[in-house]
């Protein structure tokens, strides 16, 4: 992993980590929630072999970036701008997984001359999409509470900071214990759990204010439409998603214009990218 620092023109300071091939085909991996920069870590060697190389960029307020109050997804893109302009990146091929979705298509939305692909993994879908969710569903429950009652996004980031800081084993028992038994498998795995271990730790490096802002912005419109995005966009989920629901996948997949989606049966919300990064990565690059 190559660990980076940048000062955007505003003076906020961004966090980025890289794995995979250090000259390879450059991809933008949009983290999920609550996430962090080193999330991709599990495919690292996936990418190395395949000539990808991931850059994976902490959100503000979400490890080492710096907060930026009144942020929004959709401005998210000028960030990803400056970084990539200061990597001297022309064609952006961008990731997004879970709430690293509406992030991937602002890009898409604000950066459409420059994004050359982009694809979507159990992706978040926007507020509209929250009916197509089972209620009880964990997305579906905590955006529908943080949009009625925002405050309730600072007791959830809350208490998932203090358990990913304190008591990451636990938290993991409690994802695997809901989890389909593909999901578990991928949970269990000791690299894929150290790194999702890591990634949640350090998500809340600087407290749970920025996955707090994550939350509420995730509930709420994000900005953009999503029927004005023409770019093709490749969407996977799997059929087994007990945390975002492949309803969710579908509805996303509907109000796109241009996207081509894969439903995998058997899988569910971790086991899909853990194990099948190298198609996901290759039709991105390809």
């Given at each position: 992993m190559i660990d980076?620092?940048?000062?955007?023109?505003?003076?906020?300071?961004?966090?980025?980590?890289?794995?995979?091939?250090?000259?390879?085909?450059?991809?933008?991996?949009?983290?999920?929630?609550?996430?962090?920069?080193?999330?991709?870590?599990?495919?690292?060697?996936v990418a190395s072999a395949m000539g990808?190389?991931?850059?994976?960029?902490?959100?503000?307020?979400?490890?080492?970036?710096?907060?930026?109050?009144?942020?929004?997804?959709?401005?998210?893109?000028?960030?990803?701008?400056?970084?990539?302009?200061?990597?001297?990146?022309?064609?952006?091929?961008?990731?997004?997984?879970?709430?690293?979705?509406?992030?991937?298509?602002?890009?898409?939305?604000?950066?459409?001359?420059?994004?050359?692909?982009?694809?979507i993994v159990s992706g978040l879908g926007p507020a509209q999409c929250l009916g197509h969710a089972p209620a009880a569903s964990a997305c579906a429950l905590t955006l529908r509470m943080s949009a009625t009652l925002p405050w309730t996004a600072g007791v959830v980031a809350g208490v998932l900071g203090v358990m990913a800081r304190q008591a990451s084993p636990l938290l993991l028992r409690m994802l695997s214990a809901r989890a389909p038994e593909r999901d578990r498998r991928s949970l269990n795995d000791g690299e894929f759990r150290a790194m999702l271990a890591a990634s949640l730790r350090e998500a809340f490096r600087c407290g749970s204010g920025g996955a707090a802002s994550d939350l509420r912005l995730l509930a709420r419109p994000w900005g953009f439409a999503l029927e004005e995005l023409h770019r093709p966009i490749r969407l996977w989920h799997g059929e087994q998603d007990r945390t975002v629901p492949a309803a969710m996948g579908r509805c996303l997949q509907r109000a796109l214009p241009a996207c081509h989606a894969t439903y995998l049966e058997a899988h569910g919300h971790y086991s899909l990218?853990?194990?099948h990064m190298e198609a996901i990565l290759s039709r991105l690059i390809d």
């Open positions: 980076r620092r940048f000062t955007l023109p505003s003076g906020r300071g961004l966090a980025w980590a890289e794995f995979g091939a250090p000259a390879g085909v450059p991809v933008i991996y949009c983290h999920g929630f609550p996430g962090s920069r080193l999330e991709p870590a599990f495919a690292h060697r990808a190389r991931i850059i994976a960029i902490d959100r503000p307020g979400l490890g080492a970036s710096q907060p930026c109050p009144g942020r929004s997804i959709a401005g998210w893109a000028d960030d990803v701008r400056h970084l990539a302009d200061h990597l001297r990146l022309d064609a952006l091929r961008v990731l997004g997984v879970s709430a690293g979705a509406p992030y991937a298509l602002a890009c898409a939305y604000r950066l459409a001359e420059r994004t050359h692909s982009v694809a990218a853990h194990e």
